[in-house]
């Protein structure tokens, strides 16, 4: 199964296992990388608005912030760590996906 479909049955109220929370950790560090080689990725689409609800990010954000987010609400970062949402917000700057004023 993957990422998208799992947030798609998050939305529904099925609960995410600690076996596929590690793969959606992995599946995000993943996306992470390919964002910095490629403009193309799948992660960097808009994620519906259900999508966005349920993960508790903006309307329209990319599928990657919500899976981030999600992640950060399974599996919360340990004290004095940077959130998942965090280091993708940071990414998607970094490369230019986000614009900061």
Not at 14 to 42: C, F, P
Not at 54 to 67: D, E, H, P, R, Y
Request: with cysteine; net charge negative.
């Amino acid at each position: 199964m993957n990422y998208q479909m799992l947030l798609e049955c998050h939305v529904t109220g099925a609960l995410i296992d600690e076996k596929e929370a590690q793969l959606l950790d992995i599946e995000l560090y993943t996306q992470i990388a390919s964002i910095k080689l490629s403009r193309n990725q799948g992660c960097l689409e808009i994620a519906p608005d259900h999508i966005c609800k349920s993960a508790l990010v903006c309307k329209g954000s990319f599928w990657i912030t919500c899976l981030a987010a999600v992640l950060d609400q399974i599996i919360p970062a340990g004290k004095g760590q940077k959130t998942r949402g965090s280091k993708v917000f940071d990414e998607l700057v970094s490369h230019g996906y986000v614009i900061v004023d």
